[in-house]
């Protein structure tokens, strides 16, 4: 139980260009989703978080216009990149927690990850 | 919020136990102590959590010391695969979780 799943696995685009990052829990409904960024050798990055039905949160620093999240449902998030530039390059990974499934707890199913490859 | 800090780097050699130690002094009374690992080029994996008492799962075991300012996770018998890096992780007032730069566990044969 508990699996997340990401949608591509990866992606070239061209510098300018807008793509779209699907995280979907298949398996337990997510109250709460969220999007990380990981550039090689660092650790992981918290960009977003949102609840079903309400505007994301975003980490300082992290361009709202720029990094669209849309959470339509408990099952699906979205995240868009817009106008991507090569430092836009990364790993991006997408979580997702029900505090129902958790116990209580803060626990979150992480997805398998998105490389982004901006040309 | 909990801060937590691990080792850099550990090598261990396959089918022993391996003992990853997380010192986390400013944790409070209610928050979690969470460990997760993640392979090269995937995603986070959920391994175990706990809050006082010790737990174990299908994967490893947790033990946290009784004043909570550290904990060690425990494999019992580490193959090639748990080669990963390895994250004791607290949270923040928010619930988000707070990763570090982890531990690069090596098993070698």
């Known amino acids: 139980g508990a699996v997340v799943s990401q949608h591509p696995s990866w992606v070239i685009c061209k510098s300018g260009t807008s793509v779209k990052i699907e995280c979907r829990s298949l398996d337990f409904q997510a109250t709460t989703m969220f999007w990380y960024r990981q550039f090689p050798k660092q650790s992981l990055m918290l960009m977003a978080t949102?609840?079903?039905?309400?505007?994301?949160?975003?980490e300082q620093g992290v361009e709202k216009d720029k990094f669209l999240i849309n959470h339509a449902s408990l099952t699906l998030s979205t995240l868009t990149v817009t106008s991507a530039h090569p430092e836009d390059s990364s790993f991006y990974i997408c979580s997702a927690r029900d505090l129902r499934l958790a116990g209580g707890t803060d626990t979150q199913y992480f997805g398998p990850g998105t490389r982004l490859t901006v040309l | 919020d909990a801060k937590t800090t691990q080792p850099t780097s550990m090598d261990c050699a396959e089918g022993r136990a391996a003992n990853l130690p997380c010192n986390h002094s400013?944790?409070?009374?209610?928050?979690?102590v969470y460990w997760y690992r993640q392979i090269h080029s995937q995603g986070p994996q959920y391994i175990i959590h706990?809050?006082?008492n010790n737990e174990t799962n299908e994967m490893a075991s947790l033990i946290i010391t009784e004043d909570r300012k550290s904990s060690t996770l425990i494999l019992p018998h580490a193959t090639l695969r748990d080669t990963a890096v390895y994250y004791c992780?607290?949270?923040?007032?928010?619930?988000?979780?707070?990763f570090g730069a982890g531990t690069q566990v090596v098993v070698t044969p």
């Open positions: 706990g809050l006082k």
């Open positions: 992780i607290g949270t923040d007032s928010w619930g988000k979780l707070q």
């Open positions: 949102s609840n079903e039905g309400s505007k994301a949160t975003y």
């Open positions: 400013t944790i409070s009374g209610n928050e979690y």
